[in-house]
């Protein structure tokens, strides 16, 4: 008995430290990925490596503002200038692809990128946008986003 009792405890031990500190489930609420990621769908939320995150790496981070983890995509990096033009997406004045919208242009072809213009992003920060931009709440709505937010990398 002792023996089953100290293996349960064990398990729960382990699944409690991988949850927290390493990975977990997440599901996706909501259009403002989509079509890359569905409502409904489960992802698994990477904990760690949040030091290393690239552009276009989709995220989860808590705001403030909600109680709802949000997940998004990264656009800009700390000390980038971010900008979109006629449907196009500039980095540091450079035209950038955005591969994971190429099916969502293709089959809307309204689908359209509002134009914007960042200030340079802080140390620290990123920029964020929801894959369906025409009714994503992103950083075009509420800014840059701290890196201590952000909770891990979908994926």
């Known amino acids: 008995m002792k023996i089953i009792i100290s293996s349960a405890l064990s398990i729960i031990l382990l699944a409690f430290i991988v ?10 609420d909501g259009e403002s990925m989509s ?3 569905k409502n409904g769908e489960v992802k698994v939320l990477y ?9 276009f790496d989709v995220i ?4 403030s503002d909600s109680p709802d ?3 998004k995509r990264v656009v800009g990096l700390p000390g980038d200038f ?3 033009r006629n449907n196009s997406l500039f980095i540091n004045n450079t035209l950038v692809e955005e591969p994971f919208l190429s099916n969502l242009a293709d089959s809307d072809p309204n689908y359209l990128t509002q134009d914007f213009k960042t200030n340079k ?3 620290n920060h990123y920029f964020v946008l929801g894959d369906n ?9 509420f800014g840059e986003i701290d890196k201590s937010s952000i909770i891990g990398i979908l994926k």
């Open 121 to 123: 992003i802080s140390e």
């Open 82 to 84: 971010v900008d979109y």
């Open 60 to 63: 989860v981070f808590k705001s």
């Open 35 to 37: 079509p890359s990621l």
């Open 19 to 28: 949850h927290q500190y390493l990975a977990s489930f997440i599901l996706i």
């Open 133 to 141: 931009r025409q009714i994503s709440d992103d950083s075009r709505v």
């Open 47 to 55: 904990k760690m490596n949040i030091d290393n995150i690239e552009r």
């Open 69 to 71: 983890l949000i997940v």
